[in-house]
C-alpha cells in the first residue's frame, strides 16, 4: 500500500508560482498513476491534473490548462503540480491520490493525501 504526501502549499500573490510535491511512503509511487485534486472553502472537492505510471499521458482539467503542469521523477519517487500564473480563485486544499488508472476523475484513485493548503492573494 502507497501512502502519498504532500508538500510545497503555502501563501502566493495573483501571478506568482508554486510546485507541489507529492513523494510516498511505504510503497514506491513510481508504479501507480497519480492526480491532483482541490477542494475550495464550501465547494466540493474537484479534479486538477493526472499523469499516467509510465509519465506519458497526462490530464488536466480545463480551469488550470495551460497554467499547470503535472510530473514525475520515479527516481525521486516523486510527482510534481508546478503551478504559475496562479489566480485567486485557485485556492484550496490541494491533494495527492495514487491509484491503478489516470483520467479526467478520481476513478482508479485508491490511496489519498492529507492534502496541502495554497492562499492565493489577489
Known amino acids: 500500500q502507497v501512502q502519498p504526501v504532500e508538500s510545497g502549499g503555502g501563501l502566493v500573490q495573483a501571478g506568482g508560482s508554486l510546485r507541489l510535491s507529492c513523494a510516498a511512503s511505504g510503497r514506491t509511487i513510481s508504479t501507480y498513476a497519480v492526480g491532483w485534486f482541490r477542494q475550495a472553502p464550501g465547494k466540493e472537492r474537484e479534479f486538477v491534473a493526472a499523469?499516467?505510471?509510465?509519465?506519458?499521458?497526462?490530464y488536466y482539467a480545463d480551469s488550470v490548462k495551460g497554467r499547470f503542469t503535472i510530473s514525475r521523477d520515479s527516481a525521486k519517487n516523486t510527482v510534481y503540480l508546478q503551478m504559475n500564473s496562479l489566480k485567486p480563485e485557485d485556492t484550496a486544499i490541494y491533494y495527492c491520490a495514487a491509484g491503478h488508472w489516470a483520467s479526467y476523475s478520481d476513478q482508479g484513485m485508491d490511496y489519498w493525501g492529507k492534502g496541502t493548503l495554497v492562499t492565493v492573494t489577489s
Open positions: 499523469i499516467s505510471w509510465t509519465g506519458s499521458t497526462t
